[in-house]
């Protein structure tokens, strides 16, 4: 069965503060894996689609890297209006209509 | 602008009532989904829709209904057969970006939210 974990389940940092997301995958081949942000009461934003291991992608503060078993979402110098819940999804290989599987998704808090 | 919209924002039930949430898309998608958000779980997938006229159960189809006669338009049915309706109701939707390899990305509308009182 494919899941996905993401850890922490929370996570509060100051502004300026670097650190990672995780987001841990098994499934029998992958096709996409996908990190959202989602603001309270919204939904999803899409940022980054990863395909293969060794793969990275970079917007503004956020950049994405993937290896064969798990994805890190980097956050570097952190602002509060980053604060979000942080989605993963995947696609495994074989799935019908673009199913994804997802995580429960990581809330991030950023204190001024 | 092209995207996706949600009606109600917020939506109110009683017990033994059938509700219908709409969803409707201008970026001329094939694929359309369905999802429920509950505190603390991720998302889980109701119904999705390749064409028209075509849909298929997800991982929690059970006291829900879908139909896809147009393609910009995906409306769920939460019917009375659905004991524990209370939740935050994602439509997606996923087409061809034009990209090399963009066809993957399910874009989300904004949600509905369900209350049953």
């Known amino acids: 069965e494919d899941q996905v974990t993401q850890s922490p389940e929370a996570l509060r940092l100051q502004e300026g503060e670097s650190s990672s997301l995780n987001c841990s995958y098994t499934?029998?081949?992958?096709?996409?894996l996908f990190w959202y942000r989602q603001d309270p009461g919204k939904g999803p934003e899409f940022l980054f689609t990863l395909y293969s291991a060794g793969e990275e992608k970079e917007k503004e503060r956020l950049k994405a890297t993937l290896t064969k078993k798990e994805s890190f979402l980097h956050i570097t110098a952190p602002k509060p209006e980053d604060s979000a819940t942080y989605l993963c999804a995947v696609r495994p290989r074989g799935t019908s209509y673009g199913k994804l599987t997802f995580g429960q998704g990581t809330i991030l808090t950023v204190h001024p | 602008d092209g995207g996706i919209t949600q009606s109600p924002k917020y939506l109110f039930r009683k017990e033994g009532q059938n509700v219908t949430l709409s969803c409707e898309q201008n970026l001329n998608h094939d694929a359309m989904y369905w999802y429920r958000q509950d505190p603390g779980q991720g998302l889980r997938l109701i119904y999705y829709s390749q064409i028209v006229n075509d849909f298929q159960k997800g991982d929690i189809a059970e006291g829900y209904s879908v139909s896809r006669e147009k393609k910009e338009s995906f409306p769920l049915t939460v019917t009375s057969a659905q004991k524990n309706p209370t939740a935050f109701y994602l439509c997606?939707?996923?087409?061809?970006?034009?990209?090399?390899?963009?066809?993957?990305?399910?874009?989300f509308g904004p949600g509905t939210r369900l209350t049953v009182l």
């Open positions: 997606a939707s996923r087409g061809l970006t034009g990209s090399t390899n963009s066809y993957n990305e399910q874009f």
């Open positions: 499934v029998s081949g992958l096709r996409g």
